[in-house]
Every structure is written in structure tokens, then in C-alpha cells.
T-cell receptor, first 111, second 115 residues
Framework: AQSVTQLDSQVPVFEEAPVELRCNYS??????LFWYVQYPNQGLQLLLK??????LVKGINGFEAEFNKSQTSFHLRKPSVHISDTAEYFC?????????FGAGTTVTVRA | GAVVSQHPSRVICKSGTSVKIECRSL??????MFWYRQFPKKSLMLMAT?????????EQGVEKDKFLINHASLTLSTLTVTSAHPEDSSFYIC???????????FGSGTRLTVV
């Protein structure tokens, strides 16, 4: 069975500064990895996913993530954030076609 | 891209009544859909996997008689919260995986408030 740990529950950041959201997973088999964003009272929007191949994955809205198998990590980064990036971010692992989510990281971007 | 539509977005009901939430895949067929529950400031908890033409598979601890799931067509799954109580108040989200795609598309969620 897999589990997902998001190491930061809240990340405050200034506008135009970089941000990194950390995610570690545990699984006994190969997995697919995802990052989703959730705005208040909305569903989840896929930012990016890792299935195989290049360990650096680029997603929407300038986000990217790096898969590190040896460290079982899938950290999300953005070099310069905007106010509109204020949201909840979830890391997820897929195994047997089911998604398991981390606890989420609240990103608050300040001017 | 793939779109999953969920209705209603908000519903308020009285204790003891039942509420039905619909989840539709608009531009693809989904033999499997997933229902999640999300508490305030919390992550998503998988409640059940909805299978077209067969019974849903419920996660451990989820009452199947309380949360009735029907997946009668390849584009529609419904979740009915029966005899709702205030503790059932939550944010419910559905998702589906388009064929040939390893990503999951989510509905916009339903905020249920039981008074």
C-alpha cells in the first residue's frame, strides 16, 4: 500500500519569489505521481504528472516537479509565484487505479 | 480536455432527508468513477469506486447503506446520501479517468450542509 507525506502544511511566500512544495511517498511497486491544485470550494485541477521517462516534469502555470526514485520524492517548484497561485496543493500517488492523497499544502502568496 | 461535471455545487437539506449528487463525464466514457469526501482543511478521502453496470466498491469504514452509489451508464454516476445527518455535512468530489489517460479528472465538488 502506498502513502503520501507532504512535509509542509503551510507555505507563505512573497509574490515573484520561488516556491517549493515537498512530497515524499512510500510504495512497494512502481507508481504514478501527481500534483493537483484546489482553489476554494472547487474541485481539483491537475498541475502535472509523472508516469515514466524524464524525471523532470513540466506542468501548467509554470510549475514543474522532479521525481527522485532513490529519495522517493516528487517535489513541486515554481520559480516565480503570483497572487493567483494562492491555493491548496495536493500530491497524489496512483496504485491499482486508485489515488491516495497527501494532507495538502496551503500556499499563501503575499504582495 | 476531459471534463467531469458535478451537480449540484451546493445543497442544504434537513436531517433525515436524502440527497442525490450527480457526476457526469461530458466528453468521454468512464467505466469507473471515484467518489471522495473532503473535510474542512483536510485531504481527500476515497469513499468508493463506482463501476458501470455493477456494484460499487466501498472503502473500509464507509457505510454502503448510507452512501448509495449508482453507475447506470458510461457517463453518469450518482451518490445518494440517505437519511442525512449533520455529521454528513462535507465537500464531496467525484473523479474519473479518461481512457488511455493516466491522469484523473475531477468534478467541481458538492458542498452538502445538513441542518
Amino acid at each position: 500500500a502506498q502513502s503520501v507525506t507532504q512535509l509542509d502544511s503551510q507555505v507563505p511566500v512573497f509574490e515573484e519569489a520561488p516556491v517549493e512544495l515537498r512530497c515524499n511517498y512510500s510504495s512497494s511497486v512502481s507508481v504514478y505521481l501527481f500534483w493537483y491544485v484546489q482553489y476554494p470550494n472547487q474541485g481539483l485541477q491537475l498541475l502535472l504528472k509523472y508516469l515514466s521517462g524524464s524525471t523532470l516534469v513540466k506542468g501548467i502555470n509554470g510549475f514543474e516537479a522532479e521525481f527522485n526514485k532513490s529519495q522517493t520524492s516528487f517535489h513541486l517548484r515554481k520559480p516565480s509565484v503570483h497572487i493567483s497561485d494562492t491555493a491548496e496543493y495536493f500530491c497524489a500517488v496512483s496504485e491499482d487505479y486508485k489515488l491516495s492523497f497527501g494532507a495538502g499544502t496551503t500556499v499563501t502568496v503575499r504582495a | 480536455g476531459a471534463v467531469v461535471s458535478q451537480h449540484p455545487s451546493r445543497v442544504i437539506c434537513k436531517s433525515g432527508t436524502s440527497v442525490k449528487i450527480e457526476c457526469r463525464s461530458l466528453d468521454f466514457q468512464a467505466t469507473t468513477m471515484f467518489w471522495y469526501r473532503q473535510f474542512p482543511k483536510k485531504s481527500l478521502m476515497l469513499m468508493a469506486t463506482s463501476n458501470e453496470g455493477s456494484k460499487a466498491t466501498y472503502e473500509q469504514g464507509v457505510e454502503k447503506d448510507k452512501f448509495l452509489i449508482n453507475h447506470a451508464s458510461l457517463t453518469l454516476s450518482t451518490l445518494t446520501v440517505t437519511s442525512a445527518h449533520p455529521e454528513d455535512s462535507s465537500f464531496y468530489i467525484c473523479s474519473a479517468r479518461p481512457p488511455g489517460d493516466y491522469g484523473y479528472t475531477f468534478g467541481s465538488g458538492t458542498r452538502l450542509t445538513v441542518v
